[in-house]
């Protein structure tokens, strides 16, 4: 294919020809389709800013032309495809990626700008030029009816027209990363607790369920006295309260437990005013060990809170006595 265009030689009286005719360059291939990528974002703590987009579309490649082609650098006389952009989506650290059905895992994002792919851009469309249609000769001194022994070749607008993306279902968990975990029953003092370790602000008040998602504190940032050796300041996690019953999923037990998992200790804080500090202290255990031994194996720190009641004050050294008699006694057990 081609087109006459004018001739600029041209001079009245000349025997060049008004117009000329150019013949058409040769196609340019079309870029990739973006691929779709998280990224690990320090500045998020929750994955809200995707709660109700149920589709993510990212770019299409863009289209090849016999001048400029897709846009990209020109190497070796030939016009080379242009780079589409990712298109990148920012999740707190700790996201789990999984696949919706399955649940086959793909990633974890802990570190701050760490990247996973989770979604290939489908190939670009390749520069072709359109075949003549070939016709067959029915024998020699023999013409073809219209139509009759015409071979065409298909194959060549599969290659135009590229391939497509890779669409896939995900299902986003988000697990807090810290070094430390703080438990305990509702209204037991934790959110007051990592206030005063940390310079975090969560929301404190005198009724049970305050807290309805983790809080996170640097210890450091409040302790300018304390002395890590080197290592970078523990994170503290305030968990929302538990629940009898929450491993198996009561009061979204099994929401907050999982935050668990990246831990290296445990915090349990314990109402000293409660009528049996031991007896909360065990529920909190037990449920731990249920939703997921490894939890009980790991070192843990028993606070006790609201010592400023007198009650608290009188019977500390027998409350304490009660929790360590039952440490003991679900250490041998599990």
């Not at 650098?73 to 016009?79: A, I």
């Amino acid at each position: 294919m081609g087109k006459k265009v004018p001739n600029f030689k041209y001079r009245a009286g000349s025997s060049l020809p008004k117009q000329i005719w150019l013949p058409a360059a040769e196609p340019a291939d079309g870029s990739d389709g973006a691929s779709v990528l998280l990224y690990a974002d320090p500045a998020l703590d929750n994955l809200l800013h995707l709660h109700g987009r149920k589709t993510i579309t990212a770019k299409h490649g863009a289209n090849g032309n016999p001048v400029e082609g897709s846009g990209g650098p020109r190497r070796r006389g030939k016009q080379a495809a242009q780079r589409t952009q990712p298109l990148r989506i920012g999740v707190p650290m700790g996201t789990v990626v999984k696949r919706k059905r399955g649940g086959a895992l793909l990633g974890e994002l802990t570190n701050p700008g760490e990247i996973l792919l989770v979604a290939r851009g489908g190939k670009g469309g390749l520069g072709v030029v359109r075949p003549a249609a070939q016709p067959v000769a029915k024998g020699r001194g023999k013409f073809l009816d219209e139509g009759e022994g015409v071979v065409a070749d298909d194959n060549w607008a599969e290659d135009a027209a590229g391939g497509a993306g890779e669409e896939v279902s995900l299902q986003l968990l988000m697990r807090v990363v810290a070094d430390i975990g703080i438990v305990g029953l509702p209204n037991a003092g934790k959110s007051s607790l990592l206030a005063m370790l940390t310079r975090a602000s969560p929301e404190v008040a005198p009724y049970p369920f305050t807290t309805l998602m983790p809080n996170l504190g640097v210890m450091a940032a409040g302790q300018p006295q304390v002395c890590f050796h080197g290592e970078a300041a523990p994170v503290l996690a305030d968990l929302p309260g538990l629940i009898e019953g929450a491993h198996a999923g009561r009061g979204l037990g099994r929401n907050f437990l999982r935050h668990l998992r990246r831990t290296r200790g445990i915090l349990h804080v314990v109402d000293a005013s409660a009528a049996d500090p031991a007896a909360d202290y065990e529920i909190v255990r037990q449920e731990l060990a249920m939703y997921n031994p490894q939890y009980c194996g790991r070192p843990h720190v028993v606070a006790l809170n609201k010592m400023d009641l007198s009650d608290a004050a009188e019977l500390h050294r027998e409350v304490a006595q009660d929790i360590l008699a039952v440490a003991r006694r679900m250490q041998v057990s599990h």
